[in-house]
């Protein structure tokens, strides 16, 4: 574990509130407003609201913005401006897309917004939609490799993304405002409609054997209905990824519902059932035609990209999941936080672990004593259900799952609560025993310490050797913190010392 914590913390740098900022997105099919607590690296989201106002509807018949899209995107912008002045947002950055961009009136639109209520509105060319949403993407999964899609109402953007960059962009009039409603009896129509125009994309061969990052409120309710359809535990849209074999089944029965077995999906807001077997078309033929691996779905989008842009690359290069947890260190533990020393204190445990998990692991440090405000009969519960819902990124499903359960061992001292049964079959036997090993060597650290982890600096925790080899592990208490030894610190060794197979004693 030589990756230490962020010296943020001893800067002091988050003690002064940068100011609130604000994207507000004019979409062909919605209009959406998302106020971020920090313009940095993993802005927090305190208010998210969106309005499917239809601008793009009839778009493609007409040439025109939707004359009822307009009223509603105007009542619904006013009021987002009015929200955006009360909280005090000091930047707002409007973004308008393919519907503006591509309607003979867009310009008209536009410049309605600019004199009405005085805020610049920038038109983005198809190339930086695709970028903006590709950053996003690249944001949220910092080592992606794939094809960002993201489709709204108006067009799919298709970005080949590697190595943190945006490589190539295309833009493609396959937005489910413009293609229409699917039927059966246009169906063949509709697949050569939209094959044709994929084919058109020269590099689509790229997705060849990799992901394909979905993006777009569209594609997530997809992601929302497969979830209810087979009963997936976990009811978090980020980093949810489908076989490109069972992707395809899934789609194809979409594609076939009537409007009646598609209200019987709860999971399904009722404005978007009827655009869900035309979106769902549209990802079958990208997903078989650029023969995908897998789908994974992605919250982060356009609107966090634009923010991501504005980082200096230093910035850029922060992993997302630990910043987070700093943060959240910060603002709940007990005491200073200081996770990087816990995280030192208990490698001796995890010399073995591979890189992914250390990572892990460091996350696990900064959330250790987030829950220790609420009530001692439910910490455990509360931290376990947290951490499951936690609205961050750069973890997949089973990494969440493992962060839950170190936690939940943190406070209870074991990995078998009645509320982890349904998520269980998301983690590998091997990695429960991990995560149980890493709470319960948290919470050893946390009981000898009593949260005031610098006491730990003076109880060295060593790995014991002798000429056979390995024997366990040996605490040596320095000075007076031979005192932190007692029957809690004795009861927490001895548990610790069964999951791990090894003796762990205490040397004054």
């Not at 940068?18 to 997105?25: A, I, Q």
């Not at 655009?275 to 789908?295: C, M, N």
């Not at 429960?432 to 005031?452: F, H, M, P, Y």
Request: glycine share 10%; proline share 4%; charged share 25%.
């Amino acid at each position: 574990m030589s990756e230490t914590f962020s010296p943020v913390w001893k800067a002091g740098i988050h003690l002064d509130h940068p100011g609130l900022v604000g994207v507000l997105d004019i979409g062909s099919n919605s209009v959406r407003l998302v106020v971020f607590e920090a313009d940095g690296r993993m802005p927090i989201p305190l208010f998210n609201e969106k309005a499917l106002c239809g601008l793009g509807a009839g778009l493609q018949e007409t040439g025109h913005l939707s004359e009822p899209g307009v009223r509603s995107a105007m009542e619904n912008l006013e009021r987002y401006f009015t929200i955006a002045r009360g909280m005090g947002v000091e930047d707002i950055s409007v973004l308008a897309t393919a519907a503006v961009r591509d309607a003979t009136n867009g310009d008209e639109f536009v410049t309605t917004i600019e004199e009405r209520f005085g805020h610049r509105v920038t038109v983005l060319s198809g190339d930086e939609e695709a970028r903006l949403s590709a950053l996003g993407v690249i944001s949220a999964f910092p080592q992606a490799d794939g094809v960002v899609g993201d489709l709204g109402g108006g067009s799919l953007e298709l970005v080949d993304v590697q190595n943190g960059q945006a490589r190539r962009f295309e833009t493609t009039p396959l937005g489910p405002l413009r293609l229409g409603e699917l039927t059966a009896q246009t169906r063949d129509a509709m697949t050569d409609r939209i094959d044709g125009i994929l084919k058109g994309v020269e590099w689509l061969g790229a997705l060849d054997g990799r992901d394909l990052f979905a993006v777009g409120g569209a594609w997530r309710s997809l992601a929302r209905a497969h979830m209810e359809l087979t009963d997936y535990p976990l009811e978090v849209i980020h980093n949810y990824a489908i076989g490109a074999g069972e992707v395809s089944r899934f789609l194809d029965e979409i594609t076939r519902m009537g409007r009646k077995d598609l209200r019987a999906l709860g999971a399904i807001s009722k404005r978007r059932i009827d655009k869900l077997p035309i979106t769902a078309l549209v990802l079958k033929r990208v997903v078989e035609l650029g023969r995908a691996r897998q789908v994974v779905f992605s919250s982060f989008g356009l609107r966090e990209g634009c923010l991501y842009d504005r980082l200096p690359q230093g910035e850029q290069a922060r992993d997302p999941l630990i910043d987070s947890c700093m943060d959240i260190a910060y603002k709940s533990s007990r005491f200073s936080p200081h996770p990087d020393v816990l995280e030192r204190w208990i490698s001796p445990f995890f010399e073995n672990v591979p890189a992914s998990e250390q990572r892990l692991i460091r996350a696990a440090c900064a959330l250790s004593d987030f829950a220790w405000g609420e009530h001692p009969s439910y910490r455990g519960e509360h931290a376990f259900n947290r951490v499951l819902r936690l609205p961050v990124v750069g973890l997949n499903h089973a990494d969440r799952v493992f962060l839950a359960y170190a936690i939940l061992a943190r406070y209870t001292g074991g990995v078998e609560e009645e509320g982890t049964v349904r998520v269980r079959k998301l983690l590998s036997l091997r990695r429960r025993e991990l995560a149980l090993n890493v709470g319960l060597a948290l919470r050893l650290a946390l009981t000898l310490s009593g949260g005031a982890t610098e006491l730990l600096e003076s109880a060295l925790l060593e790995r014991e050797r002798d000429m056979v080899g390995e024997r366990g592990f040996v605490i040596s208490m320095r000075g007076h913190q031979g005192g932190l030894a007692g029957d809690v610190v004795t009861r927490r060794i001895n548990a610790l010392s069964e999951a791990l197979g090894q003796d762990i004693r205490i040397e004054h």
